[in-house]
């Protein structure tokens, strides 16, 4: 799920890969602005996803995969594991949901 989610944001105008110092986090960002976090808790890589807040908790209810955000905003982010009820389309879905709720909040001077 995580090598997708990484893959899919080549696609993506203007997203960008930083590593803080943990080297254990993959923060995407856009124009400065983080859109998804990739870190592997015990056990298991987790992707981390801004989502609309109607929708999130739409997502919860319907994927036991999907949780709220770790480390994160549990309204407006939600948290990706991988295994049977999140397939590769909705990975992708997701990625571009949180990547264009964070582009188009950018002042327009700064959006891709």
Known sequence: MQKI???FTAN???ADLEHRLDPDWDLY???GKVFMLM???PGRPVVVLKAD???AAALREQHADITPGYHMNKKHWITLEGG???DEKLVKQLVTDSYRLVADA???SKQP
């Open 12 to 14: 993506l105008p203007g």
């Open 5 to 7: 989610a990484g893959d």
């Open 29 to 31: 960002k856009v124009s």
């Open 39 to 41: 870190t592997d808790l």
């Open 84 to 86: 049977g009820t999140v």
């Open 106 to 108: 950018l002042p327009k």
């Open 53 to 55: 807040p109607d929708n």
